[in-house]
Every structure is written in C-alpha cells, then in structure tokens.
C-alpha cells in the first residue's frame, strides 16, 4: 500500500470534560433565516460572527465544551491532516495510507463528497454556528486549496494531486486502471467533471466564501471562472439544449468501449450482451447523480446572492431539457444520459448507454429524481404545465415492478421495488452481471437473468409511487393566487438579492430552500447525543470510525488469463490485482482473502456528521 512518511506528529491536545447541559427535546426544531452569507468582508476583518448566527463565545472565563471540541477538531483537520487545505475521504491515524473512493496519495485532495468542498462547508458552516474566526481561516485554506485544484476550463476533475500532472497521471496507470469497477477512474481525461457533484459542491463552497470575503482575488477569480464553465458547457440548439455533459469539454481520447475478452467463459449465457453501446458517454445529456439539478441549484445561488439576472435564462432551458427528454408513453421515464445527436437509427433524445454496467435503457430511480424535479420547477415557477408529462411517468414506473419471484431469488434486491434499468420496447428489466477475476481477464454483461447481480451497483431501486401522486395531487391543486404567491418568491423572479441558507452540510439544500423568505428547519440533537460525540475525543482531536472500505495494493497489472469461475461476481473487488474498494469484513469467498475487521480511520463523513450535530446544538 501506498506510504507516506513524511508528515507531522499528533498534536497533544488537554482532554476536556463532558457536555452539561440541560435536556434538549429531540423533536425540537428551530428555523434559521436566509441571509447570513451576505455578512460582507467588514465581519470577517473585525472578527465578528455573521449576521444571524450565534453568538462567537460562551460566557467569559468558562470553556464550553461543545464550541472547544468543534475547534479542536477543525484545527486538527486543518493543521495536521489536510494536504494543503484539501482532503481525501479516510486516514489511518499516522497519515501512511489514505483513500478517496479509492487508494489516494498524501498529496492528493479528493474533490467528490465527502472530500474536499464537504469539509470545507462543515468548517464554514462550523463558523457560522460560533462566530470563531479560526474555522473561517480553515475553510477560506480549503477554498484556496479548490482554487488550486480548478482545471484552466473552470471546472474540477474527481481527484487533484498537488504533485502536478505527472504524478496524477503515474496515480492513473497503476491504481486508477485497475480498478475494475472503478471505469471513470481507468484514464485521466483531459477535462472537467458533473458528475458526483464534484464541480457543484467546489463552486458553492467558492460562492460561499468570496460572499464573506469579495476582496479575495483567488476565491474571486476562481468562482467567475466555475461560473462561467458551467454557462460555456451547457447544450445550445437541438433536443438536448440546455443539458449538460457529465465531462466539458469532449475529450477526443475518451474511453469508447471497453475490452471484451477473446475468450468468454463455458457459463456465459448467449443471450449476454456488452455495455458502451453509444461510445463515450461522457458528451451525452447527463441526469446521472443530477447533473442537471446541482447545475441549475448553482446557478440559481449565483441569481440570488450576486444578482446574476443573467444566469436566469441557462437555468429556464435546462428545466425545459428534463421535460423534452422524456420518453413518449407508454414507457414515459428518463435514462442516465440521453443522445444529443441523431445515432445511426438511433433519434436525438434517447436514451443512451453510460459505462459498461450502465446498459442503454430507462432507469426508475432517474425517472423519480426527476419527476421531483419538476415538482420542483412547478413551484418556482408558478407554472402548472411542468406536471403534464407527471401521471405518464407514475403510469409507466407502476407497470414495471419487480415481481415477488424476482426479489425472493435475489437478497441484492429483496428490499426494492422496481429493477433499475428497463428495457425499451419490452419494458422486462434488465440485470447486469460480471466475468473473470479483474480489468484485464474480465468485464461486464446484461441479460434479463435477475440473479447474481452485481453488489456494487444495485440491480433494484426504491420508488415511492404512491409519494409521487400524492405531491402530484397536492400541486394540482394549489389555486391560481398560491402559484402567484410561490412565482412571487422564486428566485426566478427578479428582485433585489438576498442571501444564501446558512448552512450548507446538515443535509442536501433543495431547490426550495433558495426561495425568497425560506427558513431553514435544524432538528436539535438530545443532550446525550451531544455529550456522546463530545466525550469521544476528550483525549484526541480526532473521532475514529471502522473503514467503510479498504482496498488491495497495486501490485502491477492483473493477469490476462481466462477465470471460469464464478467468486467474483457480486462482489465489490476482483482478485488480488483489482484496486478497487471493498469491505473488509466481505471480501470474496477465494484465497488469499479473509474477512478481518475494518481498521479504524479518520473520517471526512464522520467528521461532518459528528460536527453538524454540534453545529445544530448550538443552533438552538
């Protein structure tokens, strides 16, 4: 595994004692109100906290424990365990193995959630909770580290290595290529990235910070080149204006197909069809992990803090591409991507096959995202019409359920409601599978066999139908001065700029919650909760958590002869050879691999779960 020892000690840090406090009702909600980004540089220099937020100390002379371990623990983070300001996603203790979504470098900041703008978020939502000026220096340091981290087009690739190009590149050909399931990490493509939220999550922690601070010319410069990225992006003319790419600009090396090996196994059933059918998938109209909403919620922040009027139109053609992308009744859903251009036979506006486990079809957990979706623009917009195309894609998810036969045979999927891809025409689900032991012996399948599937990418998907109609019935019947009253609020409608919600990393901000007037609800967390997370760094700065998941060490690349067994495939990692992620205590069920406990890490998801209780307690 990858070493690094060139690193700093643990800081000794004095314990602390437990949290008293008086009882907190765990239904207890209170309601922030927008604005408090809008709190300008003068706050910052003058080392007050934010308009609308906590007061920045407890009473003089008495350490509150609950505002010292959140100091604690962001200094840590930023002092002792960052690279340069930026994070990957676990740590062993003494720093000499990392990972992202997989193995990472000591000099390499992960730029997908958890990783580095989730940090930086916790840490800036962690300042807005105490006013302390530290944590807005720790995530300003995290900005920084972003701002070195954008590609010159203005976007952000998944990873950046602070090393430079060459190293990122060595990281490629040896970990990155051998991760079997791991496809968009098998070649270091010369361009920006949608997907995982990788650009949107950087662009919102930029704007978040250069509101507090506009004299930053790094943050300034960095944010007005994210925002012009994703305008420049964005289709113009034909079915698919106003989506976008998962990947801008087109890569002319981009992956088009992935190797299908000469020689198949003896069980291969011969109706086994292989993925990519639509070349690089990258340049399609992408709704795979909402590429189109985060843009549209970027730009809509954008709208209302800066006062970009001119941000309104890309955001107006990108809500009239989700609805022109759904496909005619009877099959009235969506797919991960969509062809932007006529194909062969194939129409402009269809759907279009992604990786090679991603199959050209519909995909019902895609067509709920975005049936929300235009709930959501129904209500920003005050215009009805956005929910004519709803009762066709509820019609066309209620007749292609899984059966009760199909979950019984497979536990993968015993606790979902419908298959994830379906079919075009035959509307039967259609189930990818694998062969061979790793990237270079072996690769992926579909068929409309529902067993065996693959575990690291559900072949079931959880559908609420029935939450559907029910919001459906609900906005059909708003009354013409309600809709007026949601148009009047909407960011959409132009009017003086107000600020963003406070906080960005209690959960996902919806489309909603960028109204005008909206109130952001905080659950208060239970005195014992609270005193828990503080006692379990009384004497570290640091919370500790089993690894989600491990990984095998490059060891060169995997064999190329034919496996014929079966041990592989539906689990997360191939042989020994494939660097992909794994559970510790769930390897495959073949030598050399033995169930173990997972190590303990340091985690970027635990710390900005354990933080945002904190930061809601003193939100109270």
Request: charged share 20%; proline share 7%.
């Amino acid at each position: 595994m990858s070493r690094d020892t060139h690193h700093s000690p643990r800081p000794e840090f004095p314990a602390r004692g437990g949290l008293a406090a008086a009882a907190l009702s765990r239904r207890r909600v209170v309601q922030v109100a927008a604005g408090t980004s809008l709190a300008g540089a003068a706050g910052v220099a003058a080392g007050l906290a934010p308009v609308g937020t906590a007061s920045a100390a407890a009473t003089p002379g008495r350490v509150d424990p609950v505002r010292d371990t959140i100091r604690r623990t962001a200094v840590f983070l930023d002092e002792k365990l960052s690279y340069r300001g930026g994070y990957v996603w676990s740590y062993l203790p003494d720093l000499s193995t990392t990972w992202g979504e997989m193995e990472a470098r000591r000099t390499m900041c992960w730029i997908q959630p958890p990783g580095t703008p989730s940090v930086g978020h916790a840490l800036l939502d962690a300042f807005h909770a105490t006013g302390d000026k530290r944590l807005y220096q720790a995530a300003r340091r995290t900005g920084h580290a972003l701002a070195r981290a954008q590609r010159s087009e203005g976007g952000w690739n998944y990873i950046h290595d602070f090393r430079g190009e060459r190293a990122l590149r060595e990281w490629y050909e040896t970990i990155g290529i051998n991760g079997w399931r791991l496809e968009e990490f098998q070649h270091l493509y010369d361009n920006s990235t949608f997907d995982d939220a990788a650009t949107s999550t950087s662009a919102q922690l930029i704007l978040r910070l250069h509101l507090i601070n506009p004299f930053d010319p790094v943050l300034a410069r960095s944010l007005y080149k994210a925002i012009a990225f994703v305008v420049a992006s964005q289709f113009r003319g034909g079915v698919g204006d106003g989506g976008w790419p998962q990947r801008w600009p087109a890569d002319p090396n981009a992956t088009k197909e992935m190797p299908w090996p000469e020689t198949l196994p003896s069980w291969l059933p011969g109706d086994a069809r292989h993925g990519m059918e639509d070349g690089d998938y990258t340049q399609h109209v992408t709704f795979n992990d909402n590429v189109l909403g985060e843009n549209i919620k970027f730009l809509l922040m954008c709208v209302i803090s800066l006062g970009r009027h001119d941000l309104i139109a890309p955001v107006r053609r990108a809500m009239e591409c989700v609805r022109r992308m759904q496909q005619p009744a009877p099959q009235a859903g969506w797919g991960l991507q969509h062809l932007r251009f006529d194909r062969g036979d194939r129409r402009a506006g269809a759907v279009a096959a992604g990786r090679s486990y991603e199959p050209r079809a519909l995909t019902t957990h895609t067509t709920q995202t975005n049936v929300e979706q235009l709930f959501k623009y129904t209500q920003l917009t005050g215009d009805r019409s956005f929910l004519d195309g709803v009762p066709a894609a509820i019609e066309w998810l209620e007749s292609c359920r899984l059966s009760a036969q199909q979950k019984a045979d497979n536990p993968l999927i015993a606790s979902r409601s419908h298959p994830t891809y379906v079919e075009e025409g035959t509307n039967k689900g259609l189930f990818v599978h694998r062969f061979g032991s790793n990237i270079n012996n072996g690769a992926y399948y579909y068929d409309y066999d529902h067993t065996r599937t693959l575990s690291h990418y559900s072949a079931g998907r959880s559908v609420n139908t029935g939450a559907l109609r029910s919001e459906y019935d609900r906005l059909m019947a708003l009354s013409d001065q309600q809709l007026e009253d949601l148009r009047a609020r909407s960011p959409l409608t132009r009017g003086r700029r107000y600020g963003l919600p406070t906080y960005f990393s209690l959960r996902d901000l919806d489309l909603l919650d960028l109204q005008r007037g909206a109130t952001q609800q905080i659950s208060a967390p239970s005195a014992a909760a609270v005193d828990a997370i503080v006692a379990e760094v009384a004497d570290k700065p640091y919370w500790l958590s089993p690894a989600e998941a491990v990984t095998n060490p490059f060891r060169g690349d995997g064999p190329t002869a034919p496996y014929d067994g079966m041990a592989y495939m539906s689990k997360h990692v191939g042989d020994v050879y494939d660097t992909s992620p794994y559970s510790a205590d769930q390897p495959p069920e073949v030598a050399p691999y033995q169930p173990q406990e997972p190590p303990l890490v340091i985690s970027t998801s635990t710390f900005v779960a354990k933080l945002g209780t904190l930061i809601s307690h003193l939100a109270q």
